[in-house]
């Protein structure tokens, strides 16, 4: 049932929202983050070296279970943005997880979009008011999300979400889903307007 009403809320999202993101490639990762929430069978996790008694993460950040800056890392890698090589060769990449973590957090995404270049970060208070399909939200050191239009994101949310979940790989369904995009405490909006 979870699957159907997921499903039943993308398609009515796809018709209701006319907008797409004015880059392809934007575009290609917005679909590719709306895919992995609608699909059961990814939920969330930090992976098993970031556990902790209090949050014992099974699994692996890396697919089919992500948590919120591996799903945008991997939405824009799989759209031809080079956001993953980036990470690794940034030197947070060996300082920090001595390169045991494929893709970086919240606070290292921009470092690692801007290396390309097109990319423009803009505060909250900017862009609130005219956030673009594709956008990405992020508050550093804490959350990031993909802005999908209508006011809602795509993120991983894990046991945060409303509706609830726990630490175990496969308890998913709602662990990444569509969200409010306002009144979450976003800082920075990181927008691609090319090359």
Request: net charge negative.
């Amino acid at each position: 049932m979870k699957k159907f009403l997921a499903a039943v809320f993308a398609a009515s999202f796809m018709l209701t929202s006319a907008a797409q993101a004015t880059d392809s490639r934007v575009e290609l990762a917005v679909r590719w983050a709306i895919d992995i929430a609608n699909d059961p069978s990814h939920g969330y996790s930090q992976g098993a070296e970031n556990a902790t008694a209090y949050r014992p993460y099974t699994g692996s950040r890396d697919g089919p279970d992500y948590d919120c800056s591996s799903l945008v890392y991997y939405a824009f890698d799989h759209a031809g943005f080079n956001i993953i090589g980036n990470w690794h060769k940034n030197p947070a990449y060996m300082a920090r997880y001595n390169g045991r973590q494929n893709v970086g957090d919240a606070d290292t995404i921009w470092a690692d979009l801007s290396v390309d270049g097109g990319w423009q970060k803009f505060s909250w208070d900017e862009a609130k008011d005219n956030l673009q399909r594709g956008d990405i939200l992020c508050a550093p050191q804490r959350h990031v999300a993909i802005y999908i239009g209508d006011g809602k994101t795509v993120e991983a949310r894990g046991v945060n979400n409303p509706r609830g979940g726990d630490w175990a790989s496969g308890d998913q369904g709602v662990e990444i889903d569509f969200y409010d995009a306002q009144g979450r405490g976003w800082t920075e909006v990181y927008r691609y307007v090319g090359n």
